[in-house]
């Protein structure tokens, strides 16, 4: 089978699951709008995230994929497995070491964090977010090691094992929140929260079975002076620096967010989740298909196969995101109407929910490549170039957030995300092509401006029968699910006739991906 059919295969079974995953997770947070709605026990629940989280990204979720992966990799691909497997166990060692010292400090100081964090929330709110805090912070612990286990699988190019992992995370979620859900007791939330640890330990025994079927070797050691070691610890260096320095837009984010009017930052949250909705489904889907032949591709130096790669990966992700990000602004009432609207979240929450959402939908698909190209470099084992250029991106965020919060509200901290995805991007663009020289721009140029004349059109079509039905069927709940349900059919059908017409080679490669999977099936 050929590296663009492998890649191909597993990009379909990774969308396929994360499309479950995705569907779970936003189950999940309708079931809490339903609960609890848009008020400030959501608002707490979304903020108790940010201190595991942190915790989490500055010491393994960068590092796998730009450190860790890369170096594991090359030992597989140069035939030298055993000394690969003894890097992975001081990698794990360490890291499990590292974690659990941030994860005691993190119990103790939580309330100093929560205060620094979201000085906007009444006393109640913020015992509550720090109550919620406390069960969460198990979370990171867990999910270093089914990011390890992941991470390894995926260097041997196994994909279904952590991508079944994350359906069961949101399924053990909505279980336990629905399970001890109290719409009258706020701290009955701590069921989602709760949900949230055991799910993440589910991910990773998941995955377990078959890493031993992949001849796994554990060594319960430290070698800091193995070079493989010192090679992630020098690779990881810029991108802990990355992600503590990200921290600043996240807690400006909060912090101005908590000022706001009540439930904001829930409505910032939901509407950051349909955001990342299509990025998680096929942009970071292809993304981690694409990374072991990147990886293969850059350690055996074939240049052009790289190029090649990566210019079909960043071409398709437009093809299928710019259309997605184009519906949803036209669609963006009936989509949170059908989503969040019922029990305690009601028609005006929705209003408020559609103005972040309206310019989160600006930068999909340029967050979308953002999760393609910093792989480019952490494949030729270059961790500082994406950082430094990350860095410059997060200061354009924070200074878009405090010149358009006053005069957007949560639009405003929304659009500073999206100009920033965007100045991210651009930044990147620019140096890989300095940096290879080419990086098959007018094809992805070409392939853009396709795809926008054709989403504009499609657009027109849209809106036309999103108003008409509208009309008839009105704004209730059976309404929109209608209106969102026929705008999607004729938006798909409009942009696939389209883009038939204009030959584009990215509709053929998609149709033909379909056509196979049907006779598959």
């Not at 336990?176 to 701590?190: K, Y």
């Not at 292809?286 to 055996?300: D, G, H, M, Y």
């Not at 901290?413 to 080419?438: C, D, E, H, P």
Request: aromatic share 10%.
């Amino acid at each position: 089978m050929s590296g663009t059919r492998t890649v191909a295969k597993a990009a379909g079974l990774l969308m396929l699951t994360q499309l479950a995953s995705r569907i779970l997770g936003f189950l999940r947070e309708s079931l809490m709008a339903n609960f609890f709605g848009k008020t400030n026990v959501t608002d707490a629940y979304q903020t108790a995230f940010i201190l595991p989280d942190l915790i989490y990204w500055l010491l393994v979720g960068g590092v796998l994929s730009s450190a860790f992966i890369p170096v594991f990799s090359e030992y597989i691909h140069k035939g030298n497995e055993d000394e690969g497997w003894r890097v992975a166990s001081s990698f794990i060692n360490i890291i499990i070491l590292l974690l659990s010292s941030l994860v005691i400090l993190a119990l103790i100081f939580a309330p100093q964090f929560i205060r620094l964090q979201v000085p906007g929330f009444t006393a109640d709110t913020q015992a509550l977010t720090v109550h919620l805090t406390r069960i969460i912070l198990i979370q990171p612990l867990l999910l270093a090691l089914s990011g390890i286990t992941m991470g390894i699988l995926n260097s041997y190019k196994i994909f279904w094992p952590s991508a079944l992992g994350t359906v069961l995370y949101n399924a053990s979620v909505i279980v336990f929140g629905v399970l001890l859900a109290r719409p009258d007791e706020p701290e009955s939330i701590s069921g989602f929260a709760i949900g949230v640890v055991v799910g993440a330990l589910l991910n990773f025994l998941v995955q377990v079975p078959a890493l031993r079927r992949q001849g796994l070797r554990y060594y319960p050691i430290i070698d800091w002076r193995h070079p493989g070691v010192r090679k992630i610890a020098l690779l990881a260096i810029p991108i802990i620096l990355s992600y503590s320095l990200n921290q600043i837009q996240v807690i400006v984010n909060s912090n101005l967010g908590s000022h706001l009017i009540e439930g904001s930052l829930t409505a910032i949250w939901y509407s950051y989740r349909l955001y990342q909705l299509p990025v998680g489904i096929f942009a970071l889907a292809i993304a981690v298909a694409v990374f072991p032949t990147l990886n293969e591709q850059a350690t055996l130096q074939k240049w052009q196969d790289f190029i090649q790669t990566s210019s079909q990966a960043v071409r398709t992700v437009i093809y299928i995101t710019l259309p997605i990000s184009v519906g949803m602004i036209v669609l963006r009432y009936p989509l949170i109407r059908v989503l969040f609207e019922h029990g305690e979240f009601t028609p005006a929450d929705t209003v408020a929910t559609t103005i972040p959402l309206l310019f989160f939908a600006v930068g999909i698909s340029a967050q979308s490549v953002i999760q393609i190209l910093p792989r480019m470099f952490y494949s030729l084992q270059d961790t500082w170039t994406p950082v430094i250029l990350g860095i410059i991106s997060m200061a354009a965020n924070v200074a878009f957030m405090f010149l358009l919060v006053k005069p957007l509200q949560t639009g405003g901290l929304a659009l500073a995300t999206s100009l920033a995805a965007f100045v991210n991007m651009i930044l990147l663009l620019y140096v890989l092509r300095r940096r290879l020289k080419t990086i098959d721009g007018w094809r992805m140029l070409t392939t853009t401006f396709k795809t926008l004349l054709a989403s504009g059109i499609m657009a027109v079509g849209v809106w036309l029968v999103e108003g008409g039905l509208t009309s008839l069927v009105g704004v209730g709940k059976f309404g929109s699910i209608i209106v969102l349900l026929a705008g999607t059919l004729v938006g798909m059908l409009i942009f696939g006739i389209i883009t038939k017409i204009m030959n584009m080679e990215e509709y053929n490669q998609t149709m033909g991906l379909v056509r196979t999977r049907l006779k598959r099936g």
